[in-house]
């Protein structure tokens, strides 16, 4: 077959790529290994789920394959070096989530600031009456400025949130704070300043464990902490402690890691913390553009007068919004 799908696409993108080569949907083979491997020796384009792992040995049971796509973005569950080295593609939607991730935050922050909702919404009809805060007037810290935070900033400044930021990446004179409304302040200015925190560093190993005791002991008593960033962020005892000790009121995240919180781990016993299962990227809406996206870049790389892309530019962005004048010589966001 040219192409394998083992996570479904959008039924009109599907139908689009079957009117333009063999396509074949078998979800079955993501929790079977040995059929995979049987499955992929003769596939030309893979699209699977977030949670299964491209190796190098995965690719040996690949001889003929020129693309792996996924309709969520991460590089972890991916070698890129032996991609590259077998010039195979490695197509990632992520632009497609970056406005449904931010309406995630958006709408975090708007339950956390006015938690009676979620009471309400649980099932307790008549539960207390909590007094709640508005977005209005509020100083939201944006810690972290991946793609959703550009669309998540539009829309606080819009409510007539007032925006102080803080990026490890990016320095307080890039031009992109003013364009996005945001006041660039030191770390600890922002976590005094800010009624609330929304967090969405673009995550690299070197911040495991950036939000530490360290960091949190400067906290202004009573914040909301939303976030999209990758659990491994989190020092998970100071979080505890600073849920427990009222520094942070509340902090829902998405998206958390197996273990993060689970039994006998510091923050199991939080009632203050809410997670949930990747909701931020997962809208009919995001799929859409998602599988539109792979579907046109499996067929240009399957249609393609030279299999190989190493070298070929990828047309990103960068925070400034520029066209990027490198190669990215494998991976395609």
Known sequence: MDILLVERLVPEAQKWLQERHSVE????????????????YNTQALVLPRKMVITREFLDFAPLLKAVARLHGATDNTDLEACR?????????????????AEYL??????????????????????EVRLGRELHGSVVGILGLAPSAHALAM???????????????????APVWARLNIQPVGLQEMMG???????????ASRYQGFVNAKLLAHCKPGQIWVGTSRSQLFDGAALAAALDDGRIEAAMLDGAEAGFA?????????????LTPRLGSFTREARLRASWYLAHRIHETLTAPHSGFEGTPTGMMDLEGRRTSGTEPVVIR
């Open 155 to 173: 829309m606080l400044h819009s409510l007539g949130a007032r925006l102080v930021g803080y990026d490890p990446a990016i320095h307080h004179t």
């Open 25 to 40: 949907f078998r979800p079955d083979l993501a929790t079977d290994p040995s059929g995979l491997r049987k499955a992929i």
């Open 193 to 203: 300043a800010a009624d609330a925190v929304s967090v969405q560093v673009m995550y």
């Open 106 to 127: 958006l709408t975090a922050l708007l339950l956390l600031f006015r938690r009676g909702i979620g009471t309400t919404l649980a099932g307790q009809r008549h539960g």
């Open 262 to 274: 689970s039994r006998g781990t510091p923050l199991h016993s939080c009632e203050n913390l809410y």
């Open 85 to 101: 080295e077998r010039s195979v593609r490695v197509i990632q939607a992520n632009a497609a989530n970056v406005r449904s991730n």
